[in-house]
């Protein structure tokens, strides 16, 4: 499976700017720092394609990354403890009014650390997905981090936690590449429905 030919498209901080929906899009979810920036990376050709954010919670924006017939939008990350009320609230309408609304979505990724138990809002988003019945994929990153046996029992938590089927898990590096394959491929079969 040949990496995704994706460039950078642009920045949306708010919903007025969205572009017009055209290709089918597979929106990224997850907490600040998880490795959203990192999996984009990973599943695109260029290594630097997405800045990793070295302050978390400053990527306020959605992120576009465009190619190969197909969008990845990163939205911004949350559980971001420090994030005053009024910042939150913005951050909730962006996020739930973009995948409540935008018709040409097609997929979603929730992004989890391999290391960490899902929280309230992994909830929370995992709750608007389905709401919009797309399919989408648990992805626990950073599996290099943990012995394969603690990688397998985080994904048995993070199913059991959210409430998801076993094909709904997938294990991740972008460190080594593992489930890379298998991610391309999945991002490209959702998009071709
Ligand atoms: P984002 O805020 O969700 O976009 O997270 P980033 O992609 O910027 O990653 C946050 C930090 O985690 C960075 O220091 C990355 O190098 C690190 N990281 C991300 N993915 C992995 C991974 O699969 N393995 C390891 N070991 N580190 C990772």
Do not use: C, H
Not at 78 to 100: H, I, M, Q, T
Not at 141 to 163: E, H, M, P, Y
């Amino acid at each position: 499976m040949k990496p995704l030919s994706l460039e950078f498209d642009r920045a949306v901080s708010s919903l007025d700017r969205l572009p017009a929906p055209a290709l089918p899009e597979t929106a990224l979810l997850g907490r600040s720092n998880v490795g959203k920036s990192s999996l984009i990376n990973t599943v695109g050709r260029n290594r630097k394609l997405a800045r990793m954010s070295r302050d978390p919670g400053r990527t306020r924006t959605l992120n576009f990354y465009q190619g190969d017939g197909l969008i990845l939008v990163d939205l911004p990350g949350y559980g971001y403890a420090k994030a005053p009320e009024a910042e939150r609230r913005r951050w909730g309408r962006l996020v739930e009014g973009y995948l409540e609304n935008r018709e040409n979505l097609v997929a979603g990724l929730l992004v989890l650390d391999v290391r960490r138990v899902p929280g309230e809002q992994d909830g929370i988003m995992r709750g608007w997905l389905a709401r919009r019945e797309v399919p989408f994929l648990a992805v626990a990153t950073k599996a290099d981090k943990v012995s394969r046996g603690a990688a397998l029992v985080a994904a048995r938590t993070i199913r059991k936690t959210l409430d998801l089927t076993e094909e709904q898990v997938l294990l991740f590096s972008a460190k080594t590449g593992a489930g890379r394959e298998k991610l391309t491929g999945w991002i490209r079969s959702a998009s071709e429905r």
